[in-house]
């Protein structure tokens, strides 16, 4: 089912940060403090630089690929359906976990009011929650955007109060338990960052998705990562390590200090109105990756259905519910430490899919943001997650691989008898050994991403070049060497005889010069007659020689077309101009790997839809 594209970047961004801010700010620095001291300041700076390298990559991945099911498409795209496996489910595993976090920490803060069981409240919460994504919300959109912009202003109070109240003596000593407690600790709040994952899970409801979702999860990580930074700098500094080690309400017990009982109550109620965009947030965005396997036969059919009234994916709603109830009753840092080793695993992914497509060479893997210092942020960010997965212990690292030995079990018992898929990284390994080993069966599904993406509906002249005569020659030749060739091949289309073809051909080129940039030339002749048109793409990559003193042209557009498609004709000049004019159009045309290849070029080229 197709989904509709009304997201904009504010709802992005709102989305982003919402979902981040929440019990990584509001429940963790307190547990946090007691492993790191004072450090913990650094342990989130660490960990939102590290966050960095992975949205860096799956912001250029988005923007190439912005599928339902975020992560796990562009992982199963690059590394293959066994991969792919891993990611969907232990992402979902892990958005899942944030959320019935999230549950937790509103319960924590709903006590403050009301003195009921902390389990009772989140597994009731959760619940409803369930129930109002399988209904659908009216205007959640506006709703986030309300939540967020009210959260930011309420923090930003917080830490213009606050910083006055700083006692440094409170910082001292700074990392108590020294650096590799600081780097663990950074592991551990990691999960905070979780909130940039489900952007990728609803990128295909953005519009102009693009530019829309990278630039919103940079805004969202930047902004965040600042307002994170200060805060726990802000309750470090007010409170002693007495009172904040282990308080599972630091941000509260903080604004106490300074703000007095008000103050609690304002961010006691800033922290449940945090909890309830990310726990709905988090159930709405794990229950699409569960969704997008069933749509891959990697998962039973039965987790892809949805709704007929409601048009929300139920099945997979209520068994993501399900399990962020059980969980809830696991113990708090195992649930944390859980939720923050498989997001490192699918920050790391991310890092490798990114190298992996662009070495691979794919013709139309074309992101419109491209991650700056590749490979180098992300082989920083590869080294640094495999880094905190080991300084965060024995625990993680056991849960770690607990996990993707549960996603290749269910690769192995059920996906891979039921589906076969193609990836890049097949074709990496193509490009080395020079072994035919793909049918580009992934060229054609990227194709049909951009044109999606981009919103490209084809006109005349596409479905003119779908079906046009493409040739690729592969040795120098002059340009009557080169116009007898193309008399011939398009001689049967336009039912007149090769030499009519070839007359036509050099008296138009003795008027003037058809080539009409560097390597470039457009032969466009008139045909007696009604109703025909035709174009022929030609390569060259030896170089085809025109008279005059020109270079040696490499690409070549031949039009064809009667009288009486005069205005058509022009329009086609039109569009191979705009295809032909920016500058990546000569190295892509160079590139194209076959006919099929140089076809996608001008297919997918920038130009106005007539």
């Known amino acids: 089912m197709e989904l509709k594209r009304e997201l904009k970047l504010m709802d992005v961004f709102c989305a982003a940060a919402g979902a981040m801010i929440s019990s990584g700010l509001f429940i963790l620095p307190g547990i946090a403090h007691a492993q ?18 992975g949205m860096l990559s799956q912001a ?55 003195d009921v069981d902390i389990h009772v409240i989140a597994a009731s919460l959760c619940l409803l929650f369930v129930a109002i994504n399988i209904i659908g919300v009216k205007g959640a959109a506006a709703v986030q955007r309300v939540l967020v ?26 990392a108590p338990n020294g650096v590799g407690a600081v780097l663990s600790t950074a592991g551990f709040v990691f999960v905070s960052f979780g909130g940039l994952l489900k952007i990728a899970a609803i990128a295909e409801e953005v519009k102009r998705p693009a530019r829309t979702v990278p630039l919103g999860m940079i805004l969202a990580l930047f902004v965040v990562s600042i307002f994170y930074t200060l805060v726990v700098f802000v309750t470090s500094g007010v409170l002693g390590a007495s009172e904040l080690d282990n308080s599972l309400t630091p941000i509260s017990d903080g604004a106490s200090v300074f703000l007095g009982p008000a103050g ?4 006691s109620i800033a922290a449940i109105l945090a909890f309830v965009s990310t726990a709905n947030a988090g159930i709405m965005s794990a229950s699409r990756y569960p969704l997008a396997l069933a749509r891959d036969d990697l998962l039973p059919a039965f987790f892809g259905r949805v709704n007929h009234r409601f048009k929300t994916p139920h099945t997979s709603i209520l068994i993501t519910g399900i399990f962020m109830i059980l969980v809830l009753f696991l113990k708090l840092d195992v649930l944390v430490k859980m939720a923050s080793s498989v997001l490192i695993l699918t920050f790391l992914f991310s890092c490798l899919s990114v190298i992996i497509m662009r070495e691979s060479h794919l013709q139309n893997y074309q992101p419109a943001f491209r991650s700056p210092l590749y490979p180098w942020v992300q082989l920083l960010g590869i080294a640094g997650c495999l880094l905190l997965i080991l300084e965060m212990g024995r625990p993680a690292l056991i849960a770690s691989a607990v996990l993707v030995g549960a996603g290749l079990f269910v690769y192995w018992f059920y996906g891979r008898v039921r589906t076969t898929r193609e990836y890049a990284l097949l074709h990496l390994v193509e490009r080395i050994t020079s072994k035919d080993l793909t049918g580009h069966l992934l060229e054609s599904e990227l194709k049909e991403v951009i044109r999606e993406r981009d919103d490209i509906s084809s006109d005349r002249f596409d479905r003119i070049v779908e079906n046009c005569i493409v040739i690729d020659l592969d040795r120098r030749m002059d340009m009557e060497q080169f116009f007898s060739e193309v008399a011939e091949v398009m001689s049967p289309r336009l039912k007149e005889s090769p030499s009519a073809i070839l007359k036509l051909l050099q008296d138009r080129e003795a008027e003037s010069s058809t080539v009409i940039g560097p390597g470039l030339a457009i032969p466009h002749i008139v045909l007696e007659g009604e109703k025909k048109f035709d174009i022929l793409l030609a390569r060259c990559k030896p170089g085809i020689v025109f008279p005059g003193d020109t270079p040696d042209v490499h690409a070549v557009f031949v039009l ?3 009288r009486d498609e005069r205005n058509f004709h022009l329009r086609a000049l039109a569009a191979i101009a705009q295809v032909a004019q920016p500058l990546h159009f000569y190295k892509r045309w160079i590139d194209a790997r076959d006919e099929e290849g140089l076809r996608d070029v001008v297919l997918l080229g920038k130009r106005l839809r007539m």
């Not at 690929?65 to 232990?90: E, F, H, N, Q, W």
């Open 560 to 562: 064809a077309g009667t």
């Open 264 to 267: 609690v109550l304002l961010l």
């Open 149 to 174: 912009i009210g959260l930011l202003g309420i923090l930003l109070f917080y830490i213009a109060r606050g910083i006055p109240s700083v006692n440094v003596q409170n910082f001292e000593p700074f």
């Open 36 to 53: 790191a001291g004072p450090a913990v300041v650094v342990s989130y700076l660490v960990a939102g630089l590290l966050a960095l390298t």
């Open 60 to 114: 250029e991945l988005v923007s190439a690929m912005p599928k339902a099911g975020g992560t796990y498409y562009y992982v199963t795209r690059s590394m293959g359906s066994a991969v792919g496996t891993v990611d969907g489910l232990i992402t979902w595993f892990s958005l899942s976990l944030k959320s019935a976090f999230a549950l937790i920490g509103m319960a924590a803060f709903t006590r403050i009011i009301a």
